[in-house]
């Protein structure tokens, strides 16, 4: 039931306000029955209700009932439409979050599965390669501390880096 508060209107809007009250709940099964849903046929009356107070027609209704019926139904398409616009909207951003976690997702597996590949590539290599190029681009160590940790030249250090690095560069190509 509506409760209205002291609201001075002119004499023909009362007898709308009247009619909206009286008529409240065949107003709420009227919407309900086409929509389906009580809380939104509560709702829609109340933005009626709320739409008579603050607006109220400007020309004389003489069929109330008929009045608040149609202005019913037209606030209950237009909530629908709203609704479904939204709805509208909530699945394409659903759809575009799952589609950017699915690119990610496979971004990420690519990325796993080319880290694999040379990692495979590189533990293929010959031990004295595989350790030049690892002290060098894994640990960042100049050729000249290369070599002195291994015992060799550092022309040697060069040759096995550069060695390691045609075999990666080959087989990286044909992947």
Known sequence: MIVFHAVHLHPEHSKLVV?????????VSYVRRRFGDQHFARDVVHDVCLEI???????????????LRKL????????YRQYQTQQSH??????????AHQIDGERVMHFVQRLEALKRI????????????????LHDMPQQEIADALGISRNMVTQHFNKAMGSIQRQWAGL
């Open 90 to 99: 909530l699945n394409h951003l659903q759809q575009t979050a799952e589609h």
């Open 122 to 137: 590189i533990e293929a290599l010959p031990a004295r390669q595989r350790q030049v190029f690892l002290l060098h681009r």
């Open 72 to 79: 019913s139904r037209h606030r209950a398409i237009d909530r």
């Open 19 to 27: 009619a909206l009250v009286y008529h409240y709940d065949e107003l």
């Open 53 to 67: 107070m603050e607006r109220p027609p400007q020309l004389a209704v003489q069929t109330p009932m008929a009045f």
